[in-house]
């Protein structure tokens, strides 16, 4: 005997005012008695502090509770009997009714290392003290509501960035602190996830040749913990723009598809907070740089030079 949920769209993408529908799908063997067919939804956050980014506080990860953003259960079907064979029962709920209290903000789905925001549904066959209760569990997803939405296109603010010896607060290749390099480009600080990140970057001078040029997309969770905020910033997407040496006053166009499953809107909520940062990664030709191939691009290193944005990630419509 089993219990499957379905819903009526196959990407299981949903706004918080639009109705959940679907069917609940029972194949038994024979016909069985039951208490009720309850179907409930669960939407939180859940955070959890690692000790690498929390330290000393990690003994009070226990602390962090769940974060409720929706919970709600309906009766399907009262007692009574459900046939033999396979048996489909439709279904229709929502989420946030026309005119309720906004007081409860929908976040965006969102799976990060340490804050995760899920909603479930879960359909439950009581069958008293004597059998075990029958249940499945289904993830959907909750994407912004229209209202919230920002009408396309959005103005991107296209900020200039420079990066030179001069910028690097870390220690450079000698030929290089001697030598020199400069590279200036435009990118913006917001973008649509339903967009490309696009910008441009020219290569003005440099004492040594360039090995590769990369865009990192990093994700950067935060948590308030007592009066402490333990972030976590993390690699989620590298985009290489140049492969080699490039030419001189060379425009390079800079374009970025941004991840579905790993962004969401940027959050600044009370507890916690999901934002993004752009970092642009020059990386020079040396000895010295094919003894470490697999080094981390976050970490300064004497061959690379780095600059790093803040980038705002919105819905629009």
Not at 163 to 185: A, N, W
Request: net charge neutral; aromatic share 6%.
């Amino acid at each position: 005997m089993s219990v499957e949920l379905k819903l009526s769209r196959s990407n299981r993408i949903y706004r918080p005012d639009e109705q959940i529908e679907g069917k609940i799908i029972t194949k038994f063997s024979s016909s069985i008695s039951h208490y009720g067919v309850r179907l409930t939804v669960n939407g939180s956050v859940n955070l959890q502090v690692r000790g690498g980014s929390a330290g000393v506080i990690e003994s009070i990860v226990g602390v962090l509770k769940p974060i409720t953003i929706v919970k709600k259960s309906v009766e399907i079907r009262p007692s009574g009997k459900i046939s033999s064979g396979t048996t489909e029962i439709p279904f229709s709920l929502t989420l946030k009714q026309p005119g309720e209290s906004k007081s409860g903000k929908f976040y965006e789905t969102f799976h990060g290392e340490d804050i995760s925001i899920q909603y479930l549904l879960t359909v439950e066959v009581a069958r008293g003290y004597l059998h075990k209760s029958l249940s499945a569990t289904l993830e959907f997803i909750i994407e912004s509501e229209k209202a919230e939405l920002l009408e396309l296109p959005i103005s991107p603010e296209l900020v200039l960035f420079y990066i030179t010896q001069d910028t690097q607060k870390h220690p450079l290749l000698s030929e290089l602190k001697s030598g020199g390099f400069r590279v200036s480009g435009r990118i913006p600080t917001q973008c649509s996830l339903s967009c490309a990140l696009r910008g441009e970057m020219t290569v003005e001078a440099s004492a040594l040749p360039i090995q590769s040029i990369d865009i990192h997309l990093l994700r950067v969770e935060s948590i308030l913990v007592g009066d402490r905020i333990a972030s976590e910033a993390t690699l989620i997407q590298t985009t290489q723009i140049a492969d080699g040496d490039v030419s001189r006053g060379l425009s390079l166009p800079i374009y970025v598809l941004l991840p579905r499953l790993l962004t969401c809107p940027t959050v600044l909520a009370g507890p916690f907070s999901i934002e993004f940062k752009v970092s642009i990664v020059i990386s020079f030709q040396s000895e010295l740089s094919k003894l470490h191939p697999k080094s981390d691009p976050r970490t300064p290193r004497l061959w690379l030079a780095m600059e790093t944005l803040p980038l705002e990630l919105v819905r629009t419509m």
